[in-house]
Structure formats: C-alpha cells, structure tokens
C-alpha cells in the first residue's frame, strides 16, 4: 500500500501537490501510462468480488448485473486502451493547403493536466473509474470525488486508489455537497462530470471562472418510438431489459415509449410476460427476485413513489406493476399508459422503473414531441422500414440514436458516447475519450529562410495588394 499522510491534505494542498506530477506527466511514454492502466486493470480483475459486494450492500444490485454493468466497461475500456494508446498519441500529420506550401503541420495531443472527476451512484464503480481510464490514457492526473449515496462502493474506490496511486497521482475525496463545491472551486485543467443537468449548470458555472473545459454527462428523457414494422416480441425484449436493469436507475434507459396507436395493447401484453420471464419465472412475485435491484435510498423511492401517485390522480392507469415496499426501497417494474402533459412523468427524467408508454397515430406526431423536450442523451428507434427509420435520424437531435436495441451503445468503444446542450457537453470512451483529456495541439514547422509571406508584409505595394485578393478569391 501506498504511505499516506497522518494528517490528510486539503483539497487545495493536494492540487498543489499534483502540479508537479502533471508537468512531469506531459513527457510520459505510453509504455509508462500503459503500465498504470494495468495495475488498475489487475486491481479489478483481483478485486471482483469485494466490487460486487459494494454495489450489494449499497442498493442491492445482483452480482451478474456488477459485472456486465460495472466491471466488464471498465476493463473493456482499459483493454480498449492499452491496444490503441501508441496510435493515440502519435502525432498526426496534416495536409498542406496550397497557401501553407514550404510548412509541415502536425497534430499533438498533449495532456491538460490536473483533472477533476465528480461521479453519480446510479453506476458508482463504472461511472468513476471509467473517465479515470480516459484521464490516465491522455496522461493526466486526477482528483476524485465519488457519490455519498452510494458510500460503501465509495469507500472501495478510496481503498482501490490508494493501493495503486500516489496522492499526487490520484486522489479521492469523499463528502458531500461542500466538498464538490471546494473542488470546484480549484483551477482544474479539465472537469469530468456525470450528473444531472441541474447539477451540470452548477459544474459548469464554476468551471468558467477559470475558463475550465469540461466533460458533462447529464441525462434527460431518452424515448423509445415504436414503428409500425417493428418485430414487436424483439422490441420488447430488449426494452424490457434496457430500462429495468439497474432498477431503471440508468441514464440512458428509456424514459418513455412512443408507440403507434394500433400496437399498444400488444405492447402491453408481450411486456408484462417478458417482466415475468425476466424478474418472476416461478411467479412468487418480483420483489423476491435476486436479478432485480432497489432504489439507491428513501429519498428516491419517495420521489418516484410521488411521481407514480401524481400520474394516477391525473387519470393515468398502471398497466403492469405499482407495488412497492417503502422499508427496503423496493419499487416493482411499472408501465403506465393515459399519460398526460401536465404529468410528473410526463416532464420530468425518471431515473426509476416507471415506464411511460404514449401512443401516436403518425411518426410526425412523436417527432414534434421529441422536439418539443429538451434534446435526449439517447433516442431508440425499433423498426425495419428505412423510411420511417431515416425520418428519424434527420428529423431529431440526441446524443446517440440506436435502432433496433436500447443501452447497448454503450459498451461500444469506437462509438463517441454523450450528450448534446442538456442532456451532456463533450463525448467519452475509446478515442473520444482520450480526446476530452487532451489538448490537441496544432504544431506548424517552417523551413529556415523559406519565407512565403514575404510579399504581404509592409509596406503594402500594389503587388502585395494583388496577392491578397487572389487568396479571399481563390482560397
């Protein structure tokens, strides 16, 4: 284990202390970066079992549900890269306009430096320690700051850092609120957040008082439209599982169906026997499922459990679920249909496992909703007629667009992942990444006394005059 202080640094002492650290990262091989991503690696890999019980401990979450949605993106984004890191970090030669003749232009991704990442509890192991991939791949390094409301996988990464970094390294803070705030504070070089868009608009506020870049992975109400020529059984199937993993506690989940009018009721029922062969095979209910997490804490559970009762008084009817124990925060996976505008559900991300579902008669109808609603981090089409389907790809905005499955997009490393103005700023994972920690800087070589602006400097003559507006006219 690493030596650590009797007397734990502040925030702003330990920021000053990684200074050092991040010059002399700068200079870093990959061979060396790649040595640091392989002790976290194996310290996953090695540690599997105390991740699981973390997670467990802090909302149930079954132990096949850790290792598909927490550990294998981890290590499948470190795997990710260590194979591509060299070619990352090669410079990039450019091409020469015709301007530019006699110079060399190259492109190099340098780190920024000292980073800040503030992570939710909805996914604490994945969703911290993945934009520490990033950062550690670029060269950066990194100050921490877990989620409070999931203290026992917190308290894993703690230990996890502090067996594999040096302070000046890799840090992390636990706290609450008035810690996030003190970090922020600081003159981070880069600023990764995953959160709320309320919070995001915080973040983002106190990044700009040192011109900060930053990385916000917010949220919003990601829909799913059903079209007419979709396979309904394989729609089903995969949204039945991409919004109740995890408890429906996923920011990319779908928020809420869109689907023709004429399919709903079908809908229904192929949905609520998919629930059952999911979570109730031997049908002695839902909540003695091992498969089915709970809501992260009281304080959630009485949200939904509001946003539920407010849908009911307002004419909304449950198709499927409802039932719930408020001792262990248990909520059972929930459709409800007669969704009004002046709806809790119908306005507010969800975070839960209440699924919305709204019919339409034509397409045009759930694209005017979507683009109605703030842009989503995620859009979901299910269909097989391309005409619908590139409808909708040029008719709406969101972060990413899967047909045909939901979630999935996640895990894929060569795919740009994030959001676009309040559902997120900047793109992760794979290459992208690697990018939202680096700074790629244009280097621009000339040849000792080759000069091609000769002409153009003063005093201006008639043929510099005549050399300039050739360029605004050729060029």
Not at 117 to 133: A, H, K, M, R, Y
Not at 264 to 280: C, G, I, S
Not at 430 to 447: D, M, P, V
Request: charged share 20%; hydrophobic share 40%.
């Amino acid at each position: 284990m690493n030596s650590q202080h009797t007397l734990p640094l502040s925030p702003s002492d330990l920021f000053e202390k990684q200074l050092k650290t991040s010059i002399s990262w700068r200079k870093s091989a990959a061979e060396e970066r790649i040595l640091r991503l392989k002790k976290l690696r194996d310290w996953i890999k090695n540690h599997q079992k105390d991740i699981q019980s973390a997670l467990w401990i802090d909302f149930s979450k079954p132990a096949p549900e850790v290792d598909l949605s927490e550990v294998f993106p981890v290590t499948s984004e470190i795997n990710h890269a260590i194979k591509n890191l060299k070619s990352w970090m090669k410079p990039k030669k450019v091409a020469t306009p015709l301007p530019m003749i006699g110079t060399t232009g190259f492109i190099k991704a340098e780190p920024k430096g000292r980073s800040l990442i503030i992570s939710p509890w909805n996914f604490p192991f994945n969703l911290t320690v993945g934009p520490l991939v990033s950062a550690l791949a670029a060269g950066c390094t990194a100050i921490i700051k877990p989620s409070e409301y999931s203290p026992n996988t917190s308290k894993l990464i703690v230990r996890m850092i502090r067996e594999i970094f040096e302070e000046e390294e890799v840090a992390v803070f636990l706290g609450e609120t008035s810690v996030a705030t003190e970090l922020l504070a600081l003159p981070f070089d880069h600023i990764f957040f995953t959160g709320s868009p309320a919070v995001g608009k915080i973040v983002m506020k106190a990044a700009a008082e040192h011109l900060s870049s930053v990385t916000l992975e917010l949220g919003g109400k990601s829909p799913a439209i059903i079209d007419q020529s979709a396979n309904l059984e394989d729609a089903v199937q995969k949204i039945m599982w991409g919004k109740f993993v995890n408890c429906g506690q996923t920011c990319i989940a779908p928020d809420y169906i869109l689907i023709q009018e004429d399919l709903k009721e079908e809908f229904v029922m192929r949905a609520k026997v998919q629930l059952q062969t999911y979570y109730d095979p031997k049908f002695k209910g839902i909540e003695l499922s091992p498969d089915y997490a709970r809501i992260i804490n009281q304080k959630h559970f009485e949200r939904l459990r509001n946003y539920l009762d407010d849908a009911l008084e307002k004419g909304g009817k449950i198709e499927f679920g409802g039932n719930y124990n408020a001792s262990t925060n248990y909520l059972e996976p929930t459709l409800v249909s007669g969704i009004r505008e002046d709806m809790i559900l119908f306005q507010e991300e969800i975070f839960g496992p209440i699924l919305p579902i709204i019919t339409f008669r034509e397409l045009s109808e759930a694209i005017l909703l979507i683009n109605s609603k703030p842009k989503p981090l995620a859009l979901y089409f299910f269909g097989t007629n391309s005409k619908p389907m590139d409808q909708v790809i040029r008719e709406t905005s969101s972060g990413n667009l899967v047909i045909n499955d939901c979630v999935l997009h996640f895990l894929h490393n060569e795919l740009p992942f994030g959001g676009v103005n309040n559902s997120g700023i900047g793109k992760a994972h794979g290459h992208e990444g690697f990018l939202a920690f680096s700074n790629e800087k244009g280097i621009l070589k000339q040849r000792v006394g080759y000069n091609n602006v000769t002409l153009l400097r003063p005093p201006y003559g008639i043929k510099a005059k005549q050399i300039i507006s050739s360029l605004i006219k050729w060029f």
